[in-house]
């Protein structure tokens, strides 16, 4: 049978390390994605039901810094999804290619895995002064 | 409406994006949030900063459309209130609620990458709100409302767009709508791969701007 981790899921003994490296490399891929020109925000992509219980795990324990790109490894394929809010000043087709550069990149990064990348945008506006 | 209310509605209940909430609440939510909760939000400039806000694409949807109904001109709104009573509510509510309709995501439209590791896509939300700040950008128009036509989750599917707006007096129609209509088709072209075979703009209404007669 496939087993299958994903970024803030809650797992006991043996699964912890696999999902802690799935939480860290999305917080990593968040953190990388801000920096790309052309995206004004990185957006929750993980499904509603994940969100709602990562959000009521981190009230009850406390929670750290969480990514916001929903990773999850089934067997040899490392599956990387990732929303964005994309500027208007800039073709989101292109803003988004280069999103899943990055994506592609720093997931491929040692893994040995295959990585799938999907990207969407959902919001295009123009960037929030800082 | 007030956080105490919003407290009333949802006892004891934390404040998770996307929770179900009983059926009457439901609709009412954006994403897990009050439309006053949001509105609150941006009464304070956006600070200081709400991850679980700026991180959810229909609160900042939302967000953005609230904008756009702030900046309507008050006298737009004094003009609905003194010219036709009993419409100033409907106006702003029919506004709001196409806003609401407006920021639930709607159909995946894809983009083309040519790495077949890689899906890309725009949301149907994504591309109204889009159509929005078009509008804004024409002078004395408001799009109220934004309907793609056609199946926009296949490549090269003919797309129809329509557009409902309406005009401050004395601002020329025709003109108004190509110039509408063309930004409408810039901005597609510049942010989707859609296939645009038409974009029909409907003016359904006219207000009064400054006191201005009718």
Not at chain 1, 31 to 50: H, I, Q
Not at chain 2, 29 to 38: A, F, H, P, Q, S
Not at chain 2, 80 to 100: H, M, N, Q, V
Not at chain 2, 127 to 140: E, K
Request: net charge negative; with cysteine; aromatic share 2%.
């Amino acid at each position: 049978m496939t087993t299958e981790d994903r970024a803030g899921d809650q797992h006991h003994g043996a699964d912890d390390g696999a999902v802690a490296e799935l939480d860290d490399l999305s917080l990593d891929l968040t953190d990388a994605l801000r920096g790309v020109e052309g995206v004004v925000e990185v957006l929750d992509a993980r499904p509603v039901v994940v969100a709602a219980i990562t959000a009521v795990a981190d009230g009850i324990d406390g929670g750290g810094p969480r990514g916001l790109v929903d990773v999850v490894r089934t067997g040899g394929v490392l599956t990387v999804a990732a929303s964005v809010a994309t500027d208007v000043g800039r073709a989101t087709p292109e803003t988004l290619a280069r999103v899943a550069a990055v994506l592609r990149d720093r997931a491929g990064r040692g893994s040995g895995a295959e990585v799938v990348v999907s990207v969407t945008s959902r919001v295009i506006e123009p960037p929030l002064p800082r | 409406m007030s956080d105490h209310d919003d407290d009333a509605r949802v006892p004891d209940a934390p404040r998770v994006p996307g929770v179900p909430l009983q059926p009457a609440d439901q609709d009412e939510l954006v994403d897990g949030r009050t439309l006053d909760e949001l509105e609150d939000y941006l009464d304070r400039g956006r600070t200081p900063r709400d991850p679980g806000i700026e991180a959810s694409a229909e609160c900042r949807l939302t967000l953005r459309a609230l904008e756009r109904v702030r900046g309507l001109s008050l006298s737009v709104l004094e003009d609905e209130a003194s010219r036709l009573p009993s419409r100033d509510d409907t106006w702003i509510a029919g506004l709001i609620d196409s806003i609401k309709a407006e920021v639930v995501g709607g159909r995946d439209i894809p983009l083309r990458h040519p790495d077949p590791g890689v899906r890309l896509g725009v949301t149907e939300a994504a591309v109204r709100g889009l159509l929005r700040q078009v509008g804004d950008a024409v002078d004395g128009v408001v799009v109220r409302s934004s309907e793609l036509e056609g199946d926009v989750t296949e490549a090269g599917a003919p797309i129809e767009v329509t557009l409902t707006m309406t005009a401050r007096y004395g601002v020329p129609l025709r003109e108004a709508a190509g110039t509408l209509r063309a930004a409408a088709v810039s901005a597609l072209a510049l942010h989707t791969e859609l296939r645009i075979a038409a974009v029909h703009v409907v003016v359904d209404d006219v207000w009064l701007d400054g006191g201005g007669a009718s």
